[in-house]
Every structure is written in structure tokens, then in C-alpha cells.
Nanobody, 118 residues
């Protein structure tokens, strides 16, 4: 199992940058695919990005070219670098983990609020 703690959210202006962190505890962090999701008020949860345990990344269409996901396995931490933020990026951001070939994200962080003002 892995426990996740997300952090780094805040209030920024449009065009600013912000970096979210997801610290994991437990064993075998390098064997987990790490993902970021977000949920805005009144909207469904949206996939943002993932970094696969085997390498490779994937992004949601709305953040491609602006957000970058990366990880430091030695620190057991995943990051989401968010650039050129827009008001529509305002949401609670959740980090999540799934083990190796699992198709479901089984572990979730508590969420961190990102608010982008225009």
C-alpha cells in the first residue's frame, strides 16, 4: 500500500505558474504509476496527467503543453508543474497511484486547492 499527501496549491493569477507535490509513503514507489486529477465545483473529476511506473507520460487535452508531470523515485514524490495557468484550471487537484499493470487508481491523496484569478 501507499499513502499519498498532496501539497502546493494556492491562489495565483492567470499566466502564473505553480508546482504541486505528492509525497508517498510505503514501499515500492517506483512500481506505481502516479497520476493527477482535478475536480472543479459542479463538474466531474477530470484526468490531468500520469507518469507510468515503466516510463512515459500522458496528459489531458486541456493541459497539454502547459503542465508537466515528473517524479523523483528516490524522494518518493511526484510533481505537477503547471505553467500558463488559466481561470479554468481552478479546481481541487488530487494525486493518485496505481500499482504496475492495475487499470484503476486505488490510492488517492487528500486534494489541494488551486485557484486562478483572471
Amino acid at each position: 500500500q501507499v499513502k499519498l499527501v498532496g501539497s502546493g496549491g494556492g491562489l495565483v493569477q492567470a499566466g502564473d505558474s505553480l508546482r504541486l507535490s505528492c509525497a508517498a509513503s510505503g514501499r515500492s514507489f517506483s512500481y506505481y504509476t502516479m497520476g493527477w486529477f482535478r475536480q472543479a465545483p459542479g463538474k466531474e473529476r477530470e484526468f490531468v496527467a500520469e507518469f507510468r511506473w515503466s516510463g512515459g507520460t500522458m496528459y489531458g487535452d486541456s493541459v497539454k503543453g502547459r503542465f508537466t508531470i515528473y517524479r523523483d523515485n528516490a524522494k518518493k514524490t511526484a510533481y505537477l508543474q503547471m505553467n500558463s495557468l488559466k481561470p479554468e484550471d481552478t479546481a481541487v487537484y488530487y494525486c493518485a497511484a496505481r500499482y504496475m499493470a492495475s487499470t484503476n487508481y486505488d490510492y488517492w491523496g487528500q486534494g489541494t486547492q488551486v485557484t486562478v484569478s483572471s
